[in-house]
Structure formats: structure tokens, C-alpha cells
């Protein structure tokens, strides 16, 4: 069973900087895309950014220029680096990750508050 651990969310003031980590362990062959997806109180869950196993990366509009994501493929694992954290970036944040097998695969989510 493939298990998704999230690390790294807390609180910042805006300005400020986090990185999130998030591992899969467990029986995986091959993973396609990994990424974040995140959801505030009272609105729908967003993709932050993703990058595939090719290298492709995208991002949501509002986060360009400001967080990086990048994925070390020996380590099964995806990071995010957030700088310039913003009060509207206040969110649990969720990792992902997609296989031909599983589908999409979900983490526990790690919460990100920005205080302004």
C-alpha cells in the first residue's frame, strides 16, 4: 500500500518562507505527475503546481514567480518551495502523486497559515 507523508507547513508571516516535503513509500512501480494541491476555508481545492516524470512543471497563476516545486525521483518524493507567502496562500495543502495503477493518490494535507 502506497502511503503519502507530508512535512514542513506552519505558520509565517507574510513575506515569509516554507518548504513542504512529501514522500511515498511503499509499493510503487512508476510515478507519472507529482504535486500539491491546496484548499481554504469555504473554497474548492486548487492545483498549486505539478510536475510530471518528464520534468514538465506547471503552476496556478497566483503562485508563479513565487514557489518552485521540484521532485527527486530515487527518493519518491516531491518538495515545494514557497517564498513571498501571501494571507490568500493560507490553506491545507495536499500532496499528490499519479500512477497507471492507482490513479491519483492523496496525502493527509499539512496546514499553511499566512499571517499578514
Known amino acids: 500500500q502506497v502511503q503519502l507523508v507530508e512535512s514542513g507547513g506552519g505558520l509565517v508571516q507574510a513575506g515569509g518562507s516554507l518548504r513542504l516535503s512529501c514522500t511515498a513509500s511503499?509499493?510503487?512501480?512508476?510515478?507519472?505527475?507529482m504535486g500539491w494541491w491546496r484548499q481554504a476555508p469555504g473554497k474548492q481545492r486548487e492545483l498549486v503546481a505539478r510536475?510530471?516524470?518528464?520534468?514538465?512543471?506547471n503552476y496556478t497563476g497566483s503562485v508563479k514567480g513565487r514557489f518552485t516545486i521540484s521532485r527527486d525521483n530515487a527518493k519518491n518524493t516531491v518538495y515545494l518551495q514557497m517564498n513571498n507567502l501571501r494571507p490568500e496562500d493560507t490553506a491545507v495543502y495536499y500532496c499528490?502523486?499519479?500512477?497507471?495503477?492507482?490513479?491519483?493518490?492523496w496525502g493527509q494535507g499539512t496546514q499553511v497559515t499566512v499571517s499578514s
Open positions: 499528490y502523486l499519479w500512477t497507471m495503477v492507482t490513479g491519483n493518490l
Open positions: 510536475v510530471t516524470s518528464g520534468g514538465s512543471i
Open positions: 511503499g509499493s510503487i512501480l512508476s510515478i507519472g505527475a
